[in-house]
């Protein structure tokens, strides 16, 4: 018979996550974007909609399979099972080597109190080493509230009287393992637990509802197509809307903000006359802020007149929605550039609110100037800013306004979510894409050192601490990268977590989805080929358009 205790903890688990019903469809795919296709996937969406586990990043959309679960997580998982989320242990100090600080401590003196874990003989928790199938099996016979079989072993690795023999075979009494061998039937009980096995043997022992996760779609079948929706304009080079808004919002190098709504175009801003333009300057970048429905408030980057510095001000509406007043222009930062090219250009927010920026290296060729791996210096770097004022945001990892150093010239970058993917344009050989968390703030892309995944100017090609991109290609097949987005829009759901970007010169598409370490299911559309590939862009509820410089809007669309 299964222990009250194990029944009483499941009705609790059940409780705290009232969103656990009969039935409840799963999304393809699943929540974790790295755990496709492992045998282990539909316990580890059960464990994840219990609360168990929230994944193994702060981004929150990866779990980290093949990883190894250290005693620390053993007791959180285990905690968080029995309906304990947030621990509040009437004890503390138990062990020596638990920091009372750490993350798990509350975890790790609840299992203690719960009889689960007494720690090791020399008063120590280990709270850093692996746990062995053995170990796994003491932990959850133990949290169950379940005694140890007095039944002779049925695996074949399992020495009889070993300590861990009767937790074991209680284990698979209760049909909560089946070994990890069959020919002959073994255990393996001095193996690590993978974080994926975990996954099965919590959900199993406390009856989580397991259901078959469907398959994340691939796109190598979906048709696409591209309908122009504004022609005409001059030289346009990105494209935004505020979320939820109808209204589609072109940038004009030169120095207009083009309104593009049922099937007119009218001026939103012009700033022209204070625009330098031409080559890669101009008006370069707008991001509309998270509040904009209620502040009004909008960002734009642009090359000034006189000497081509990078200007980042601030605007604001006018009482009439699609009118700016020029003269509420506030500037948050002056940046001089020493040439004429590699101006970077994208702005955008992140969920944290903060606002972030894309400046080139200086420009020339070659890293001219020195800046792609000099931290002091906001040129070769992804910024992040403090909107308010415009002064480098709570945190960064350098003292100022750098976030990501080593990049050339990120012309376009996009979010999605707590990541941040970056078209980053390339000088001979190579140009790149780049994935980073938005919480590794300091993450180096390595330029000059390399380019793309090649050396490229050091005296030693040293790429210790450096991160290379998760795709490039060569300068056969392009010459300058747009980088684009992950679409997350509702018309073509089949598309839905790819990311799409692009080449200036040559005018292909391509996409991939990212599944935490590299590329998957990559493909170009031929489709969607368009000439002088400036940029894509979004609309307030996420559909994706191609601009191109030579004067049209596209929306892509179901083929």
Not at 162 to 173: F, S
């Amino acid at each position: 018979m299964r222990s009250s205790v194990r029944l009483a903890s499941i009705v609790t688990v059940l409780a705290m996550v009232g969103s656990v019903t009969a039935g409840a469809a799963t999304a393809p795919g699943g929540t974790f974007i790295d755990d496709d296709g492992n045998v282990h996937e539909p316990a580890i969406e059960a464990i994840r909609t219990a609360g168990v586990t929230t994944g193994c990043d702060p981004v929150g959309d990866l779990y980290c399979p093949g990883g190894v679960v250290t005693r620390a997580q053993m007791s959180a998982f285990i905690v968080r099972a029995l309906g304990e989320p947030n621990p509040s242990p009437s004890s503390s100090g138990t062990f020596s080597d638990v920091d009372g600080s750490a993350w798990y401590a509350p975890f790790v003196e609840r299992l203690v109190e719960l009889g689960i874990t007494t720690g090791y003989t020399d008063g120590t928790y280990r709270p850093d080493g692996p746990v062995s199938r053995a170990e796994m099996a003491a932990f959850v016979i133990r949290a169950l509230g379940e005694s140890a079989s007095d039944q002779p072993t049925r695996f074949s690795d399992v020495e009889s009287g070993a300590w861990y023999e009767g937790l074991v075979e209680r284990l698979a009494e209760l049909e909560i393992t089946s070994g990890c061998d069959v020919s002959p039937l073994r255990y393996c009980p001095a193996d690590p637990v993978g974080r994926d096995q975990m996954a099965s043997f919590v959900a199993r022992a406390f009856d989580l509802p397991i259901e078959a996760v469907p398959a994340r779609p691939s796109v190598q079948g979906l048709s696409l197509a591209k309908v122009e929706v504004a022609s005409g304009l001059s030289s346009p080079i990105f494209l935004d809307a505020p979320s939820g808004d109808s209204r589609l919002f072109v940038v004009e190098q030169p120095g207009r903000i083009k309104i593009v709504a049922d099937g007119a175009t009218s001026t939103f801003l012009d700033i022209s006359s204070k625009v330098l333009s031409g080559g890669e300057r101009g008006l370069i970048g707008l991001a509309f802020h998270p509040d904009y429905t209620s502040n009004g408030l909008f960002y734009v980057h642009y090359s000034r007149t006189g000497d081509g510095a990078g200007v980042i001000a601030e605007y604001h509406v006018s009482a009439d929605p699609n009118l700016v007043d020029p003269g509420s222009e506030r500037i948050l930062k002056i940046v001089a550039q020493p040439a004429s090219n590699h101006n970077g250009g994208m702005l955008a927010f992140g969920p944290d609110g903060h606002l972030y920026a894309a400046f080139g290296d200086g420009g020339g060729g070659g890293d001219r100037y020195r800046n792609g791996q000099n931290t002091a210096t906001i040129l070769g770097s992804i910024a992040r800013l403090d909107p308010a004022t415009g002064n480098p945001a709570p945190g960064n990892p350098f003292g100022n306004e750098v976030y990501y150093p080593g990049v050339r010239n990120p012309w376009r970058f996009s979010i999605d979510g707590n990541r941040m993917y970056i078209g980053d344009v390339g000088q001979n050989a190579r140009e790149e894409i780049d994935v980073v968390s938005l919480f590794a703030g300091g993450t180096n892309f390595g330029w000059p050192i390399t380019e793309g995944t090649s050396c490229y100017a050091a005296s030693s090609c040293n790429t210790a601490g450096l991160t290379g991109p998760v795709a490039e290609y060569t300068h056969s097949v392009g010459r300058s990268i747009t980088g684009g987005y992950v679409y997350r829009g509702s018309a073509i759901p089949d598309l839905v977590g790819h990311y799409l970007y692009g080449d200036f010169v040559f005018g292909w598409v391509g996409s991939f989805r990212y599944d935490g370490t590299g590329t998957v299911d990559s493909r170009t559309w031929a489709s969607l080929a368009t000439s002088s590939l400036a940029s894509f862009g979004t609309d307030g509820f996420g559909e994706m358009y191609i601009v191109s410089l030579g004067g049209t809007v596209y929306k892509i669309v179901p083929g």
